[in-house]
């Protein structure tokens, strides 16, 4: 069937798959499962015209879902641990804390580095917008920082230190699949991360530097309010303590994220005896219900629970499904090789490669697959037009793993948006390194700066074995 589907029929279905969802988000502002569901019954429509029955387009759908339970049950295992972390006073600490150190003039900032050295710590973006993320979400609430912003720098660092750092999955599956050192593709990345970096952290400079409208008396009001209804205490980070350390040693994520909840109960029960069981258990399938007579802080600790996750999870199952269907049609491959023809240039070869990365985010929203599916095919192009191929890791990298979080039905950007409480749309216009980096990868290809010249290579490779 695949010989049948001509790359101007995949182009079409790429162009109303892409308008679709940005008229959808953008000029009608709808929450995105409807419309991405109806691009997954147009093509469907699209592989029956093509020659399609209906078990190649059932085996499509589940089988694209089937490849995204990982990151359903982290989602589920996340939403529990920010619902205990509420209840056992770990969050509400690092408000109190955090509200004694963190000036709003320098939020953006602040939140930039204090997200990078946790990830880079953690070798997790998700580990740490779950945990120091949500803390500097209700910290920016009560500096009254724009919350686009706000979560803005949050996303920026988190990907920066899970990008830059050895203990990454994605990092290490961007050097594994093509087989280059992973220090090696770290040092190159650091070309296009760096200058980024740079960039975004003046923007976060000028952008952050305005003036607070909340009062030193509002802040002294909301920080009564925790210690009245919370037990403030450095006790109550044991939880997040052990989960940052089991991330470091590279424990499974499913079982340290359990760590963290049952540590966080234990904590729950420990300082509060008489906290009903029957409230626990409420509070990891609705999340928290506080009524603490502040909004501000109602509005912070009462987060979390498997119910509001859904909306999450939900969009992420539908975004596989398309996923799945796409590629058991061959589409994704189609479109890869439709960029073969003109791969003579090393400059448009790491533009092929960019735009693979990003199409393949677009159409499936899995991070792994845009990662894996340009390396795959483009490998070969590298090696016979002589780029040393670090360059297409860092390729992988820019357009993939960065991308990602920029895509509103992504694994991604479904699960920020859900952390952290911000629209991806929200804060996709303050998540500058993100595009900043996949553009200076661009600029290098076409002027050759920061590339690896072949001798690089040989010594690269020569090192991974």
């Not at 049948?4 to 308008?19: C, E, M, Q, T």
């Not at 972390?85 to 969050?91: H, K, L, P, R, Y």
């Not at 305005?210 to 509002?218: E, L, R, V």
Request: a neutral charge; one cysteine or more; hydrophobic letters at 50%.
């Amino acid at each position: 069937m695949n010989s049948k589907i001509k790359p101007s029929g995949v182009i079409l279905l790429f162009l109303l798959i892409v308008a679709t969802m940005f008229t959808s988000l953008v000029v009608l502002k709808v929450e995105p499962h409807i419309p991405l569901f109806f691009c997954v019954i147009l093509t469907g429509i699209f592989a029956v015209f093509w020659g399609a029955d209906w078990k190649t387009i059932e085996k499509g759908l589940i089988s694209g879902v089937v490849s995204g339970i990982q990151p359903l049950l982290l989602l589920i295992m996340i939403s529990f641990v920010i619902a205990s972390w509420m209840m056992s006073g770990a969050v509400p600490t690092l408000l109190f804390y955090g509200m004694n150190i963190i000036q709003p003039e320098w939020f953006a900032l602040s939140a930039l580095f204090i997200t990078i050295l946790v990830s880079t710590f953690t070798g997790s973006s998700f580990t740490t917008a779950s945990t120091v993320g949500v803390a500097l979400m209700g910290i920016a609430h009560v500096l009254n920082v724009n919350p686009g912003l706000a979560a803005g720098a949050i996303v920026c660092g988190a990907c920066f230190g899970d990008k830059m750092s050895p203990l990454s999955d994605s990092t290490n599956l961007a050097s594994g699949t093509v087989g280059v050192n992973l220090f090696e593709h770290i040092r190159h990345m650091m070309w296009t991360t760096v200058p980024a970096l740079i960039i975004t952290a003046v923007i976060f400079f000028f952008a952050g530097h305005q003036p607070s409208g909340t009062s030193i008396a509002q802040l002294a009001e909301m920080k009564k309010t925790l210690g009245e209804h919370f037990t403030i205490t450095p006790f109550t980070l044991i939880s997040p303590l052990i989960v940052m350390v089991m991330a470091f040693r590279k424990m499974p994520i499913i079982p340290t994220l359990l760590t963290g909840v049952v540590t966080a109960a234990l904590t729950t029960l420990i300082l509060n005896p008489d906290f009903p069981i029957a409230h626990m258990i409420n509070a990891l399938e609705n999340g928290l219900n506080m009524k603490t007579g502040s909004d501000a802080v109602d509005a912070i600790v009462n987060k979390g629970g498997l119910i509001p996750m859904m909306w999450s999870v939900s969009l992420i199952i539908i975004a596989l499904s398309l996923g799945g269907l796409l590629q058991e049609l061959g589409i994704i491959d189609i479109m890869i090789r439709s960029f073969e023809n003109s791969l003579k240039k090393t400059g448009h070869l790491i533009a092929a490669t960019a735009a693979s990365g990003l199409g393949v985010n677009l159409l499936t929203g899995e991070m792994y697959l845009s990662i894996i599916l340009p390396g795959q095919a483009f490998k070969k192009h590298f090696e016979k037009n002589g780029v040393p191929l670090i360059n297409l890791t860092r390729t992988m990298e820019d357009a993939g793993t960065l991308i990602n979080p920029l895509v509103p039905w992504s694994v991604s950007g479904a699960f920020f948006a859900a952390t952290l409480g911000v629209s991806a749309l929200d804060y996709i216009p303050f998540a500058f390194l993100l595009y900043l980096s996949p553009l200076f990868t661009l600029f290098y290809g076409y002027t050759g700066i920061g590339l690896a010249k072949k001798k690089d290579d040989a010594k690269t490779l020569s090192k991974a074995s």
